[in-house]
């Protein structure tokens, strides 16, 4: 326990350092983290006792391809992961460290339609191999790649630089029929590593969302059940010590960016947008993934802004432009009865715009565990759908049973909540479990105004209990002051 703690406090240190970097420096990012890793560069690494290594090459066996990308928590590999150690232990007549590997030096054609996948493996397996490399994605170029997992270990402090536009085959018709189709780029065990550059990745996602699968695109707008998988364009897996800042990525075909299973995450100064009706088009979402802080972005997409799953904990948003979008999600929690854990999560100084949700904590029935330490501050709204929502009731088929175990949540701070709601429903919707209630829900200076027309419906609240520091607009009289009354037994709450 103490050595996690100390490994939490260099995190926090470094992401503090990195956030404080970024901001007195004004030049390009690239810069940013070139100075991070020189920086770095003159610690040696430890050469670890000769541990059979991992090999890098390509691919990895199957058996441990990461896998369904819903299971809610991170697929366990099953075969036994080796042991991570360094696989290139520090070697004098290795002198080549912080190179740059130019995928065009690798065969790289980059017009767009040449198939470039096999420059990139090779640029990555050669990068890999020394420290401080980079693959290079030069400008001015267009790269197309079939599905590949970029998987480690490898040498720290890699930069996977694009600088031009790296996309995707060009929807469901393109992509190869061997390829997984819930994954496209895939960053698989590694420490220390960057995903940068100026250019953009692109998504070509138009395609798939128009699947009759998808929500409304059947005949009548219905929807047509059918195979449904969609690639998440970009996806880190079992990962620490990661940073993604400066690219431009678009067009997903399902979320744009996911992390499970991952430690110690910064994702700055990135830009992400896909159409407003884009299904599944999640920003960022992150899973059983600790120590995260997602700064200065602009999401715009089609689903959550930024979703936090089962697992999280220590979670730092700010600085983030989110819609058209639906808002910042906690959940989906509880589903099939799993223990859902989430804690310490802060969201200052977010600005939510044309989303169908502002603020959201949603749980299924059923389930156990907590979400319990969540911070919401200076967060400014533009015409946004139930601003401030807590639904313990979520459910996607209307044929959920009300269960008696609940993920409890508890802790949860509104500050500073300001701007307008869509008055299509009430701006603030407590609706917690029947018998687990919410507790020690805070509101402070939250003053929410009609977008246009009136408020109809008064805020809701079902088994909410808190406490209002300042009068609240609308007025909530709703929220039940100090503690149920039926004591809950706790350790079905419990978090490790
Ligand atoms: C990156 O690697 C170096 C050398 O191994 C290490 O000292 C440093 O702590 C790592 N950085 C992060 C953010 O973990
Ligand atoms: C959450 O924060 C509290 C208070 O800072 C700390 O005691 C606790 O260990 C943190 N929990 C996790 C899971 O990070
Ligand atoms: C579940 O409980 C809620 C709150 O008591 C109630 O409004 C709802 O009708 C119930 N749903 C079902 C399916 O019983």
Request: include cysteine; hydrophobic fraction near 30%; aromatic fraction near 8%.
């Given at each position: 326990?103490?050595?996690?703690?100390?490994?939490?406090?260099?995190?926090?240190?470094?992401?503090?350092?990195?956030?404080?970097?970024?901001?007195?420096?004004?030049?390009?990012?690239?810069?940013?983290?070139?100075?991070?890793?020189?920086?770095?560069?003159?610690?040696?690494?430890?050469?670890?006792?000769?541990?059979?290594?991992?090999?890098?090459?390509?691919?990895?066996?199957?058996?441990?391809?990461?896998?369904?990308?819903?299971?809610?928590?991170?697929?366990?590999?099953?075969?036994?992961?080796?042991?991570?150690?360094?696989?290139?232990?520090?070697?004098?007549?290795?002198?080549?460290?912080?190179?740059?590997?130019?995928?065009?030096?690798?065969?790289?054609?980059?017009?767009?339609?040449?198939?470039?996948?096999?420059?990139?493996?090779?640029?990555?397996?050669?990068?890999?191999?020394?420290?401080?490399?980079?693959?290079?994605?030069?400008?001015?170029?267009?790269?197309?790649?079939?599905?590949?997992?970029?998987?480690?270990?490898?040498?720290?402090?890699?930069?996977?630089?694009?600088?031009?536009?790296?996309?995707?085959?060009?929807?469901?018709?393109?992509?190869?029929?061997?390829?997984?189709?819930?994954?496209?780029?895939?960053?698989?065990?590694?420490?220390?590593?960057?995903?940068?550059?100026?250019?953009?990745?692109?998504?070509?996602?138009?395609?798939?969302?128009?699947?009759?699968?998808?929500?409304?695109?059947?005949?009548?707008?219905?929807?047509?059940?059918?195979?449904?998988?969609?690639?998440?364009?970009?996806?880190?897996?079992?990962?620490?010590?990661?940073?993604?800042?400066?690219?431009?990525?678009?067009?997903?075909?399902?979320?744009?960016?996911?992390?499970?299973?991952?430690?110690?995450?910064?994702?700055?100064?990135?830009?992400?947008?896909?159409?407003?009706?884009?299904?599944?088009?999640?920003?960022?979402?992150?899973?059983?993934?600790?120590?995260?802080?997602?700064?200065?972005?602009?999401?715009?997409?089609?689903?959550?802004?930024?979703?936090?799953?089962?697992?999280?904990?220590?979670?730092?948003?700010?600085?983030?432009?989110?819609?058209?979008?639906?808002?910042?999600?906690?959940?989906?929690?509880?589903?099939?009865?799993?223990?859902?854990?989430?804690?310490?999560?802060?969201?200052?100084?977010?600005?939510i715009?044309e989303s169908d949700n502002g603020l959201?904590?949603?749980?299924?029935?059923?389930?156990?565990?907590?979400?319990?330490?969540?911070?919401?501050?200076?967060?400014?709204m533009e015409n946004v759908r139930n601003c401030i929502i807590?639904?313990?009731?979520?459910?996607?088929?209307?044929?959920?049973?009300?269960?008696?175990?609940?993920?409890?949540?508890?802790?949860?701070?509104y500050?500073?909540i300001k701007g307008t709601y869509d008055v299509r429903n009430t701006p603030i919707h407590f609706a917690?479990?029947?018998?687990?209630?919410?507790?020690?829900?805070?509101m402070?200076?939250v003053e929410l105004l009609p977008y246009e027309g009136e408020l109809v419906e008064d805020p809701f609240c079902w088994?909410?209990?808190?406490?209002q520091?300042?009068l609240i607009i609308p007025p909530i009289n709703c929220l039940?002051?100090?503690?149920?009354?039926?004591?809950?037994?706790?350790?079905?709450?419990?978090?490790?």
């Open positions: 326990m103490e050595v996690i703690n100390r490994i939490r406090g260099v995190l926090v240190i470094y992401l503090t350092i990195m956030t404080t970097l970024v901001i007195v420096q004004e030049s390009s990012n690239v810069n940013v983290v070139e100075a991070r890793y020189h920086y770095h560069k003159k610690q040696k690494n430890k050469a670890s006792p000769s541990a059979p290594s991992p090999s890098p090459d390509y691919p990895p066996p199957p058996s441990v391809v990461p896998s369904d990308p819903a299971s809610p928590s991170p697929p366990t590999p099953t075969t036994s992961p080796p042991v991570l150690s360094d696989p290139y232990p520090n070697d004098p007549s290795n002198p080549s460290s912080g190179c740059t590997f130019d995928v065009m030096s690798f065969g790289a054609v980059g017009d767009g339609s040449t198939d470039d996948t096999a420059a990139f493996r090779e640029a990555w397996k050669a990068a890999c191999a020394v420290e401080s490399a980079v693959v290079l994605a030069p400008a001015d170029y267009c790269f197309k790649i079939t599905s590949t997992i970029f998987s480690g270990p490898c040498r720290p402090g890699l930069i996977f630089q694009v600088d031009g536009v790296l996309m995707t085959p060009d929807g469901p018709e393109e992509w190869p029929k061997t390829d997984s189709r819930k994954q496209w780029l895939v960053f698989y065990r590694l420490d220390n590593m960057s995903f940068t550059g100026v250019g953009t990745i692109e998504g070509n996602g138009d395609k798939w969302w128009d699947l009759p699968c998808k929500p409304h695109r059947g005949p009548d707008g219905s929807t047509v059940s059918g195979p449904c998988d969609s690639p998440a364009l970009i996806r880190f897996f079992m990962s620490s010590n990661l940073v993604v800042s400066g690219l431009t990525i678009k067009n997903s075909p399902q979320f744009h960016m996911k992390f499970d299973g991952c430690e110690g995450v910064l994702i700055d100064k990135v830009s992400i947008s896909s159409p407003k009706l884009s299904p599944n088009t999640d920003g960022i979402h992150i899973e059983a993934t600790k120590t995260v802080g997602i700064y200065n972005s602009l999401i715009a997409n089609g689903d959550d802004c930024i979703s936090i799953g089962p697992g999280c904990s220590d979670v730092d948003i700010e600085g983030v432009t989110c819609g058209p979008s639906h808002g910042i999600s906690i959940g989906s929690l509880g589903v099939h009865n799993s223990q859902a854990c989430v804690s310490n999560i802060t969201v200052r100084n977010v600005i715009k959201r904590i949603k749980t299924w029935q059923g389930g156990t565990g907590s979400v319990t330490g969540i911070l919401f501050e200076n967060i400014q807590v639904d313990q009731y979520y459910c996607l088929s209307k044929g959920c049973l009300n269960q008696t175990s609940a993920v409890y949540v508890n802790d949860v701070e500050r500073t917690c479990s029947d018998t687990v209630a919410c507790t020690n829900i805070i402070s200076d088994n909410a209990y808190g406490t520091e300042t039940q002051e100090g503690e149920p009354q039926t004591v809950m037994e706790s350790n079905k709450f419990a978090c490790s």
